[in-house]
């Protein structure tokens, strides 16, 4: 997947975590998206760091569930419209 796909899909860039910020050697970031009305129960998408997808592209996770990983922004954006579609209007 492509930065550009990232973008497309809704997810926002973090700001760069710095060395002096995080205690790696480099400034890294990622993109987020959280699906969801209740600002302390939503759902979030998180995608490898910048410095990984240099190496081997772009990749999104299930927050704190490293098991499923997207690779594919089909596969990805059918799985942010099913959430979107389901999510609570309140």
Not at 11 to 32: A, H, K, N, V
């Amino acid at each position: 997947m492509k930065e550009k796909d990232l973008i497309e899909l809704g997810f926002q860039r973090s700001e760069d975590q710095t060395p002096e910020m995080t205690g790696f050697y480099r400034t890294y970031y990622y993109y987020t998206l959280y699906l969801g009305n209740d600002t302390f129960d939503r759902f979030c998408l998180i995608s490898n760091a910048s410095y990984e997808a240099e190496e081997n592209n772009w990749n999104v996770i299930i927050f704190d569930y490293e098991t499923f990983v997207f690779k594919d922004r089909y596969q990805l954006e059918k799985l942010i419209n099913v959430l979107r579609h389901n999510e609570d209007k309140k």
